[in-house]
């Protein structure tokens, strides 16, 4: 049932009419998607993961990214794969449950009504994955949605 919640496509952020990186986003995580180059090396790429800072490129070169987070992240949880011709990265939230409008400051921000639907998404998550037993993929809300990060007491910290 959990699997009916995930993001069910990632966003992109388009700079100058050319996919930077595309991302999606749990309660508990940013995903950053970036394609990588044909002909370089696997080993020549790097990514420098900070509390509040993401710098991604191939060395000897100007950073491909160089940006703020939105929000800090847990350092020692976040980590960085390469899998096929993809960059994967995985961003670990400080604060379970807050939404992301973007991975990035100032850069790809969603419009505000897919900003509502993904913390509807998180909303939902949350109800999932405190009410186990319980099938939560088809409800709605009416209205605004509550921030799932605060809402009736906040999350619940294992």
Sequence with gaps: ??????????????????????????????????????????????????????????????PYLNHDLTSPVKTDCSFWTLEDDIMHITLQKRDKGQTWASPIVGEGQLDPYPTDLEQKRLMLQRFQEENPGFDFSQAQFNGGCPDPRTFMGGIRSD
């Excluded at 959990?2 to 990186?21: C, D, M, T, Y």
């Design 1 to 62: 049932m959990a699997e009916k919640l995930a993001p069910e496509k990632r966003h992109s952020f388009i700079h100058n009419g050319q996919k930077v990186f595309e991302w999606d986003q749990t309660l508990e995580e940013v995903n950053m998607y970036i394609t990588l180059p044909p002909n370089v090396p696997p080993k020549l790429f790097y990514c420098k993961l900070q509390s509040k800072h993401v710098e991604v490129g191939i060395k000897g070169n100007p």
